[in-house]
């Protein structure tokens, strides 16, 4: 029981860092897309 309770605060962790990581991979993409959106609405009108 000692060793899984030392186990718990680890994947939590882990758990933590993955989120985290997704979450600003996914905020970089959503920025990139409008970005390019933005783009190509400015050549449109040109």
Known sequence: M???IEFVPVVLTLL???VI???IG???RNFSNKK???NKK???KK
């Open 36 to 38: 390019n959106k933005n």
């Open 26 to 28: 996914i905020a970089i």
């Open 16 to 18: 933590l860092g993955v």
């Open 21 to 23: 990581g997704a979450g």
């Open 2 to 4: 000692e060793a899984a």
């Open 42 to 44: 400015i050549r449109i």
